[in-house]
């Protein structure tokens, strides 16, 4: 099991930053793949950027590359979202969420926190 936490979320306006920040426990999560997924209004659930928590690898998608950065403290158990230069389309809940590499779907999910960006 693996218990996820998030926080950090607000309204924010467009070009403003916002870090959130993901609080992880449990069993073994250090060979988990973690990963930031969002759900904008009115559209299906989107992955961001994940990481691989053992070895630091990333990936971010288009959208967000050069604007977000995905990265991990192994003293503090946190996974973060670092997100630069918002823009309204960014509006969305942000999940953080942990699989095990061979999985297809993300087994393990935070509640969530709302990002709004204002233009």
């Known amino acids: 099991q693996v218990q996820l936490v998030e926080s950090g979320g607000g309204l924010v306006q467009a070009g403003g930053s916002l870090r959130l920040s993901c609080a992880v426990s449990?069993?073994?999560?250090?060979?988990?793949?973690m990963a930031w997924l969002r759900q904008r209004p009115g559209k299906e659930r989107d992955i961001v950027a994940r990481?691989?928590?053992?070895?630091?690898?990333?990936y971010h998608v288009d959208s967000v590359k050069g604007r977000f950065t995905i990265s991990r403290d192994n003293v503090k158990n946190t996974l973060y979202l670092q997100m630069n230069s918002l823009k309204p389309e960014d509006t969305a809940v942000y999940y953080c969420?942990?699989?095990?590499?061979?999985?297809?779907?993300?087994?393990?999910w935070g509640q969530g926190t709302q990002v709004t960006v204002s233009s």
């Open positions: 969420a942990a699989k095990l590499p061979f999985q297809r779907d993300y087994a393990y």
């Open positions: 449990g069993q073994a999560f250090s060979s988990y793949t």
């Open positions: 990481i691989n928590w053992s070895v630091g690898t990333t």
